[in-house]
């Protein structure tokens, strides 16, 4: 059980020779993460301290939720020189702010307000990361701690809780867009308090980002300045996800140990983060960056084949790219799709379909003499419709070469390319480097899913070779001793032909109806059954 120990300390002066010494205590606005396997949705809160010179029967503490009473609780003390006292409140995860009345006896000594309890987590990377608008939302459920300054001292001394913005960046608790976004969206929907903090620096590469191994809180660096926030806020221990945004300035030569440099990285923060359960990783667009973005989004497109807790996000198709960076649309709409992500890991939400960013699982020969290419997804697609004069098939290339790809259609899950001229290409790579062939930033057309989540880039992905299966779905109806068909589903679910049980899969394709993805709908010796079947 990972455990988040929050430890301060604070002198009052009470009366002259009486002082009043905490060494644990809430501060205003401080955030409190829930979660261990005693209290899952809850946090303790404890008040911990001594008095000198002690005139006072009872310590208590009064706690009003809502500004309505909630709890109190009460220490009895001894009238010796000096008292040590302990009292502990906790607090449920919800929409919900908590002040803290301390008294000795009937004398209020200490009050604590605007305190809550909920979720925590952290974004790190470039500037599309830290990214800020000219927005006023401010939340009193959404917390941060202390400066993303860069400045080391500036880091140091500011060690207060606020309310989390994103009119500026590198300054007392500002958190980016997309990162306020995501945590809009859990308070609105999921009713859960956030505290979210970013160590975001723009302009810079993994290597930037490495931890000191032998002074990893060193101020002086970027991981430790995150890591010293978290540590004096008491949160280290109990992050939630880790966001990372982060690549344009290695898309040069660096790009080849970037893979590397993550894992380097990803395991410094599993140790300094025990808490983490989650990773989310941005796909870097095309633009800002140099000769090898299309390799490096390829290997970010990999991170999740090799760690199970990542999840790989895509940023192409999203609105108000200037080239390099987004506007305050296109960062909200990256806030709401990694929301999504976190919705289904941590909130149990049921919109599941479509969230994700559609992933290559093959590329193959569709025919024996290598006319027609099948790019095989995780989840349907849609190809899409020509932009600005520009058509997605001239920025498909066959060992990096574009012009070789008549026109494109989808079936389901999949991908067809028509090929002008068969072809003996081995490798395949969608989309370019950085620009369209007028020189300008590649901005579309994209394959997305039917939620507008755009299709991961890939780079030089292996095109596997031509095995006829022409009758592998008659062998695999033919298995049941008995086959009798009964209706036949568009890929929407409408119900598009019903079937004569005695038909055949010969007869069935031959019906008068469109080419594309249908649900067959059979019955066997034992039992319905349904099969996808493609009309070409």
Request: aromatic share 12%; hydrophobic share 35%; with cysteine.
């Amino acid at each position: 059980m990972v455990k988040c120990l929050i430890i301060v300390f604070v002198l009052v002066n009470i009366v002259a020779g009486q002082s009043l010494f905490f060494s644990t205590v809430p501060a205003n606005k401080q955030f409190y993460p829930r979660g261990n396997s005693e209290m899952p949705d809850s946090a303790e809160i404890k008040i911990n301290g001594e008095i000198s010179n002690n005139t006072f029967d009872t310590m208590s503490v009064i706690v009003k939720k809502n500004g309505q009473f909630f709890k109190r609780r009460t220490w009895s003390l001894n009238k010796i020189t000096n008292s040590l006292f302990h009292l502990s409140v906790n607090v449920h995860a919800e929409l919900a702010e908590y002040r803290f009345e301390i008294y000795g006896d009937t004398t209020l000594l200490v009050t604590r307000d605007s305190i809550v309890c909920g979720d925590v987590y952290v974004v790190n990377g470039q500037s599309n990361a830290l990214c800020r608008a000219a927005s006023s939302y401010k939340s009193e459920w959404i917390r941060t701690f202390g400066t993303s300054s860069g400045i080391s001292q500036y880091c140091i001394s500011d060690t207060t809780w606020d309310y989390a913005q994103a009119a500026t960046q590198e300054t007392h608790a500002s958190v980016g867009v997309w990162p306020l976004r995501l945590a809009r969206n859990i308070v609105e929907k999921d009713s859960i308090p956030v505290f979210v903090i970013n160590g975001a620096v723009g302009g810079t590469t993994i290597k930037d980002h490495m931890r000191n191994q032998s002074a990893p809180q060193s101020t002086g660096t970027i991981y430790g300045r995150l890591l010293y926030r978290l540590q004096k806020a008491g949160l280290k221990n109990c992050v939630k996800a880790f966001y990372w945004h982060q690549g344009e300035n290695n898309s040069d030569s660096t790009a080849l140990i970037y893979a590397d440099k993550y894992d380097t990285l990803y395991k410094n923060w599993k140790v300094d983060y025990p808490g983490i359960s989650k990773f989310y990783l941005c796909q870097i667009h095309h633009g800002c960056g140099f000769d090898y973005q299309s390799y490096l989004r390829d290997v970010q497109r990999r991170m999740a084949d090799k760690y199970s807790d990542l999840s790989v996000m895509s940023t192409i198709g999203l609105p108000g790219h200037d080239g390099c960076h987004y506007n305050e649309t296109g960062y909200n709409q990256l806030g709401d799709n990694l929301y999504r992500l976190a919705a289904k890991d941590f909130y149990g939400s049921k919109d599941t379909v479509g969230i994700t960013a559609p992933a290559i699982k093959e590329v193959k020969y569709r025919n024996s003499n290598k006319s027609e290419i099948g790019l095989v997804f995780d989840q349907p697609v849609l190809w899409p419709a020509d932009l600005a004069g520009q058509s997605l098939k001239n920025y498909i290339y066959l060992d990096g070469v574009a012009g070789q790809i008549d026109s494109g259609r989808v079936f389901g899950n999949e991908v067809v390319l028509y090929l002008k001229n068969s072809s003996n290409a081995a490798k395949l790579t969608y989309l370019p480097n950085a620009n369209y062939t007028n020189g300008s930033v590649y901005q579309g057309p994209y394959l997305l899913n039917s939620r507008g989540v755009a299709a991961l880039t890939f780079d030089g992905v292996t095109i596997s070779q031509f095995t006829n299966t022409e009758n592998s779905v008659t062998a695999k109806l033919n298995i049941a001793k008995t086959f009798i068909p009964v209706a036949l589903y568009s890929i929407s679910g409408r119900r598009v032909a019903e079937l004569d049980k005695n038909m055949s899969l010969q007869d069935i394709n031959k019906l008068n109806i469109p080419a594309g993805v249908y649900y067959l709908k059979y019955r066997t010796d034992k039992s319905y059954q349904v099969r996808c079947l493609v009309k070409l």
